[in-house]
């Protein structure tokens, strides 16, 4: 009796298994092929190469100052030594402070990509969801971004479709 209700489940289970349509999209092709991102990423990377020189000047500033400080410590007084001792700390999370500001989970640099990404992201997300629509797909993976997905077949990859839908055919 046990047999026959497994047997019964596991064919109700692959009916219903079988009715789900899926596809797959390779995100980091379709984002290279996708002018907008790649002018994103130039954006990102010269705010985030003239932040880090700002930063870099201050941690320099601060090595300056405390070479300066080993050349003179045997001249200075206590007072003096812990004005410069004080002095360099500062700078020091001077530039501490600022790296956080720039590039911290939720710095300058997390803000700006998330305001220049997120419509890339919004409009790639609703040319897949029309696509999904349309085609009745169920579910949608990303090959790119999954390491458990061994073969694909390409059959069932839509990205070149996706990229025509955002006006970009290949």
């Known amino acids: 009796m046990k047999k026959i209700i497994m047997l019964c489940l596991f064919a109700l289970v692959a ?69 410069k001792q004080e002095a360099i700390m500062k700078k020091e999370k001077a530039a501490s402070d600022l790296k956080k500001k720039y590039f911290g989970p939720e710095g300058e640099l997390f803000k700006k990509r998330e305001s220049l990404m997120t419509p890339i992201q919004e409009e790639i997300y609703n040319a897949v969801k029309d696509i999904s629509d349309m085609r009745g797909y169920s579910l949608v993976l990303d090959r790119s971004s999954d390491a458990g997905i061994i073969f694909a077949s390409p059959k069932v990859d839509i990205s070149n479709e996706v990229l025509a839908k955002l006006g970009y055919a290949n």
Do not use: C, H
């Open 15 to 83: 009916t219903g298994a079988s009715a789900q349509k899926f596809a797959l999209i390779d995100m980091e092709y379709i984002l290279k092929n996708v002018p907008a991102y790649e002018r994103a990423n130039e954006q990102l990377n010269q705010v985030s190469k003239k932040w880090q020189a700002e930063v870099e000047a201050l941690n320099n500033e601060a090595q300056t100052l405390y070479k300066n400080y080993q050349n003179e410590v045997v001249f200075l007084s206590q007072e003096q030594k812990k004005s």
